[in-house]
Structure formats: structure tokens, C-alpha cells
């Protein structure tokens, strides 16, 4: 594959797909797309076998199985102090994108512009751009990829009908911190506007620092769908299940959308998440699980050329590689997976103008024995 055609192929199918493509037909160690190469918990493994053996196989309620929005009515109350009515304010989704897709159906019409920052999760344009809106992206720029405010506001209008936020953030590692979420408060309070939450990767953040979910901000939260995926916190992306947390207004205006595309969710899978939240508090295990991980990778990278730029969240290492060569970085991502046998995926796709900062991302949600093994390869890399 040429960098004509992945570019012209990352245009037209995602490029996730496109690199994984590309890193199976050269035997390539996939650290392009988002997924673990291990397993889920056993135990929540069973609990679906046994939801299914118990009859759990017919369709769910449309807004989820209840015992399931019950508990996790219960975990946002323990983990951010959320007072949230079950069942008018959680809806089970096939996945976050889905739930992506459907929040930004349920609330934008034509004409209506959205506030994206980017480098972004790249379902947010095409869903935006289907619902008949305008994307209005805000570039963040390494090394540190801050928010600058006040330049945001500008990008603000009479139109401006919804802004997307993502923390932890894809690709980049960073978190919003408690001046992010005061300019979001003071936002919120001057714009007649909706906060659509990615907050994916709310449990996989690092060095002992604060998730700031909007479910925290109660001003902020009735503004706000708040979207999830019990994939990326379970180590099983491919069940893909999620949900959407908003109050009782945004709920029935994401329902109207959710009853027509979805309708109702994986019932047996919905069990076994109920069973298993029941006692099982799994995600406290994830941040050192990660950080280890994190940790590991970045500790490996050191005997590269590579320069690592600093990730506080999310399984995803961002790494400047200026000091390697200046080929742009869709061809340095095919480069790296054709000669030297290691997908990555070029950052310039999550900006709509493709600026290309030579960075490029990998996933570091795999076993140690992957990480060490790409490290090699990596590590054969000259620099200028
Ligand atoms: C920022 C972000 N949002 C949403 C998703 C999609 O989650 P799901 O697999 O539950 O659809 C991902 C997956 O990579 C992601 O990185």
C-alpha cells in the first residue's frame, strides 16, 4: 500500500481500520488500534454464559436492564457523588460510538455548528457532518496539547450548538484539569449550549491525578450527555457495550434517536455486568494496571530515537519522531509497519486539516511480552 492509498483509504474507512489491515499483511505487531491483547475478568466471562444458560436471551428493556442501570446509578454516586434517577438518566448503548453517533443525531440539526478539539476520536466529524452540522475545530498542538480559553470562546457563535469534550483524551494522553473544568463552568453559564463527555477512559489515568468527570459538576452536568464504554474498562472491546448518562431532558431527546437506531442492547451481557458490579469494583485496579504498562513502554522507548511526549491517561503513547526523519508521518506510520514489522497510526488524521507534526500514536494495551517485542524492533530504528 502506497501513502497515496492510505490516505486516500483513511479519507474513505477509518484509519484504524486501514493500519490493521496493513500490519496483518506484513505480520506487523499491531500497536495501531485501540484494543488489549489479554482477557476480560474470568469471573464476568462466566457471568455471561450463565446469564444465557438462565434464559437472558430475549430483548432488553429499550433504556437497559434495570438491575444494570441500578448499579451503576450506585457506582457514580460512590465514585463522583452523582444523584442519578436510573432509570430516566442512564441508557445502555451498543458501545460508545454508538452512543457518540446517537447523542450527536439526538441534539444537532442542520445548520448548527459544533465545537470539536482536535487531534479527535474520529467518529466525531462524520457523525456531525450526517446530522446536517458544522464541525468548528479547535487545533491543541504538542508538546503539551493545552487549551488555550479564551481562543475557544471565540470559536463560539449564536450557532454553536454543541461542544465535545474527551478526558482522558485519544490520542493525545491529556486530562483536563481543574482550570479546564472553571473556563468549562464559566462557559456553560454565558452559552446557551450542550457538553457531549467522552470520558472512555475515565479509569485509565496516572500518577495518583483526578478523573475530572462532568457527572462531578452538577451545573455542568445538566448541560452534558456523559457517554462510556465497559470495553475499554472490561479488556473487551469487541462485546461493545457502553451507555450514556444525561438528565432526564437530554435522556428522552437521546432516547428518541437511541429507540429508532438501537433499540435495546446485548441482554445477557447486561446481566453479567449487573451481577459482576454488584461486588466487584474492578476499575480501581486499572490506573496501576496501566501505569505499569505506560511505564514499561516509555522506559523502552528510551533506547529509540524517539522523543516521548508526556501521557497521563488513556493506553496511548504519543511519540515525536523529528529526530528520525522528516517524511510526513502517513508515511513514516507505513514505513514503520512495513520495514520494521510495528503499526502505528499517524496522528495528522485526527486533525480535519491533516497538519502533521511528525507525531505518531501507539497502543500500549498489550501484554509485556508485545511491548518488549515491538521495543526491539523500534529499537532498530537510526536516527537522522
Ligand atoms: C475517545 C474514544 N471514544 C470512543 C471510543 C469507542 O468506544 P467503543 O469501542 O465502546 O465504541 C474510543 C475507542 O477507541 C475512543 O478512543
Given at each position: 500500500m502506497s501513502e497515496q492509498t492510505?490516505?486516500?483509504?483513511?479519507?474513505?474507512?477509518?484509519?484504524?481500520?486501514?493500519?490493521?489491515?496493513?500490519?496483518?499483511q506484513h505480520g506487523a505487531i499491531n500497536l495501531?488500534?485501540?484494543f488489549p491483547d489479554f482477557d476480560p475478568p474470568s469471573e464476568l466471562m462466566t457471568l455471561v454464559f450463565l446469564a444465557m444458560q438462565q434464559g437472558k436471551n430475549q430483548y432488553a428493556p429499550m433504556p437497559g436492564v434495570e438491575e444494570l442501570l441500578h448499579a451503576l446509578a450506585r457506582k457514580y454516586r460512590l465514585l463522583y457523588g452523582a444523584d442519578l434517577r436510573a432509570q430516566d438518566e442512564i441508557t445502555i448503548t451498543a458501545g460508545a460510538t454508538q452512543a457518540l453517533f446517537t447523542a450527536i443525531l439526538a441534539v444537532v440539526e442542520r445548520g448548527d455548528e459544533v465545537i470539536v478539539f482536535e487531534p479527535a476520536y474520529d467518529s466525531y466529524i462524520p457523525a456531525i457532518r450526517r446530522a446536517g452540522g458544522t464541525p468548528v475545530p479547535y487545533a491543541m498542538t504538542p508538546p503539551d496539547y493545552r487549551i488555550d480559553w479564551d481562543a475557544v470562546e471565540k470559536h463560539i457563535s449564536p450557532r454553536t450548538k454543541l461542544m465535545i469534550l474527551n478526558t482522558p483524551h485519544n490520542p493525545t494522553g491529556t486530562i483536563l484539569t481543574d482550570e479546564d473544568i472553571a473556563a468549562l463552568q464559566y462557559i456553560a453559564q454565558r452559552y446557551d449550549l450542550v457538553f457531549?463527555?467522552?470520558e472512555v477512559y475515565e479509569h485509565i489515568i496516572f500518577d495518583g491525578k483526578v478523573h475530572h468527570s462532568a457527572l462531578r459538576y452538577p451545573e455542568l452536568y445538566a448541560k452534558s450527555l456523559v457517554v462510556y464504554s465497559f470495553g475499554k474498562t472490561y479488556h473487551n472491546t469487541g462485546w461493545k457495550t457502553g451507555y450514556v448518562i444525561a438528565p432526564p431532558a437530554l435522556t428522552a431527546q437521546y432516547r428518541y434517536v437511541h429507540q429508532y437506531n438501537v433499540f435495546s442492547v446485548h441482554t445477557p451481557v447486561q446481566h453479567a455486568y449487573a451481577q459482576y458490579l454488584q461486588h466487584s469494583k474492578w476499575y480501581e485496579s486499572l490506573p496501576d494496571f496501566y501505569q505499569k504498562k505506560r511505564d514499561l513502554f516509555v522506559q523502552l522507548l528510551k533506547q529509540t530515537p524517539f522523543r516521548v511526549i508526556p501521557c497521563h491517561g488513556t493506553?496511548?503513547?504519543?511519540?515525536?519522531?523529528?529526530?528520525?526523519?522528516?517524511?510526513?508521518?502517513?508515511?513514516?506510520a507505513r514505513i514503520l509497519t512495513t520495514?520494521?514489522?510495528?503499526?502505528?497510526?499517524?496522528?495528522?488524521?485526527?486533525?480535519?486539516?491533516?497538519?502533521?507534526?511528525k507525531v505518531v500514536r501507539f497502543c500500549f494495551a498489550k501484554r509485556e511480552e508485545t511491548l518488549r517485542r515491538a521495543a526491539e524492533k523500534l529499537q532498530k530504528i537510526p536516527s537522522k
Open positions: 492510505i490516505r486516500q483509504r483513511a479519507d474513505e474507512r477509518s484509519i484504524f481500520a486501514v493500519m490493521t489491515q496493513l500490519a496483518r495501531s488500534q485501540g457531549l463527555w467522552d493506553y496511548f503513547q504519543l511519540v515525536d519522531y523529528s529526530d528520525i526523519t522528516s517524511m510526513s508521518d502517513i508515511e513514516f520495514q520494521y514489522g510495528v503499526a502505528c497510526i499517524p496522528v495528522s488524521v485526527f486533525y480535519s486539516d491533516r497538519r502533521d507534526h
